[in-house]
């Protein structure tokens, strides 16, 4: 069987010839196992998406964990670079530091002035939560659909 002819059938009840082989690599693993740096990753979030499709296809996986990437206006509007000894992100139009990345803690970005937190209700039901077609519209996807399909 195919990777994919193995996951079709074990995703709708079928008989597979194995087990499928579907790791949960995150970005981080996927760098250090293909010779490259997480740091690179963050600096550059479609690396880190080809790291991951990459590693998957060295691990000889039949499936392939990928990960959205900021919208497309995020490359043109952030840069992320060394800062102080730390990984920063800065606004290219102001040159202020948005916030700085844990390296050591899976890549999150801390902001210097995060907003308040919720404390209300109302608050929660204002939430707009994107639908598929806006990431799909904004780019959030291009670098997982150009590597895999």
């Given amino acids: 069987m195919t ?37 690179e990753a963050l600096v550059d979030p479609r690396l880190g ?11 000889g996986c039949d499936v392939v964990r990928v990960r959205a990437t900021p919208e497309r206006s995020w490359f043109a509007e952030k840069e ?8 920063a992100q800065v606004d ?16 999150q970005l801390t902001l210097l002035n995060p907003p308040p937190p919720v404390s209300k209700v109302e608050q929660i039901e204002a939430i707009a939560y994107p639908t598929a077609d806006l990431v799909l519209a904004n780019g959030s996807l291009d670098t997982a659909r150009d590597l895999t399909c």
């Fill in 3 to 39: 990777s994919r002819e193995r996951m079709r059938a074990a995703l709708t009840g079928g008989k597979t010839d194995r087990a499928p082989f579907f790791p949960c690599i995150f970005t981080d693993h996927a760098c250090v196992a293909l010779g490259r740096t997480f740091e």
């Fill in 80 to 87: 992320v670079r060394p800062h102080d000894g730390k990984l």
């Fill in 92 to 107: 290219r139009r102001t040159g202020q530091i948005d916030g700085y990345f844990d390296v050591q803690g899976g890549g």
């Fill in 49 to 59: 998406v080809r790291c991951m499709v990459e590693a998957g296809i060295f691990y």
